[in-house]
C-alpha cells in the first residue's frame, strides 16, 4: 500500500488507477493526514455490501455467505441472580 499526498494522486492519477486495477492500494493524504483511500472496485463493492447490512452486529462479523439470520423477536426470559 502506497501512501501519497492529495497533490501528488492529482498529479498521476491515471498511474494510481493502473494500480488499482492491479490489485494495490493507495492512501491519500491531507496536510499529513489520511483521509481516503484508492482501492479496486471488488474492494469497494466488498465494502459497500459490509456495510449496507442489517441486523445485530454480531450477525455482520459472522454472517456466511448465502445464509441469512433472522432475529428473534420475542421477549427474553426474566433470570433471578
Known sequence: MSTLSL???KAGLSAYVDEAIRGEFAT???????VAVLV??????????????T????LRICRFPGSEFE???SP???VGL
Request: aromatic share 0%.
Open 76 to 78: 427474553s426470559r426474566d
Open 40 to 53: 479496486p472496485l471488488a474492494a469497494a463493492e466488498i465494502a459497500r455490501k459490509a456495510l449496507n447490512r
Open 7 to 9: 497533490k501528488d494522486a
Open 55 to 58: 441486523g445485530p452486529a454480531s
Open 71 to 73: 432475529r428473534n423477536g
Open 28 to 34: 491519500i493524504t491531507r496536510h499529513g493526514k489520511p
